[in-house]
């Protein structure tokens, strides 16, 4: 453990910050699983509904840092694809 305070008070915000990054990512993660269950199901309504969720969830975890630009673009990309019905 750190003796400086500042370091202290870091190591505090940082295990924060991670936890949140963490909420992010488990929750783009969940919401493909459940694009992927209603695309299987063929249920047009609720695939657009969890697309449109799993787009606006990876549009803040980019705009907040929680993850790259980059992957994003590529998440977003792989969920239009599996929207469609041609994805992995």
Request: charged letters at 35%; proline letters at 0%.
């Amino acid at each position: 453990m750190a003796n400086i305070h500042s370091q202290k008070k870091r190591i505090l915000r940082a295990a924060r910050e991670r936890d949140e990054n963490r909420r992010y990512t488990s929750a783009i993660k969940t919401y493909f699983r459940r694009l992927d269950a209603a695309v299987a199901s063929g249920d047009d309504g609720s695939a657009d509904a969890e697309h449109r969720r799993l787009i606006s969830t990876i549009d803040k975890a980019v705009g907040r840092g929680a993850l790259h630009r980059n992957t994003g673009a590529r998440k977003k990309s792989r969920a239009a694809r599996v929207r469609a019905g041609h994805g992995d």
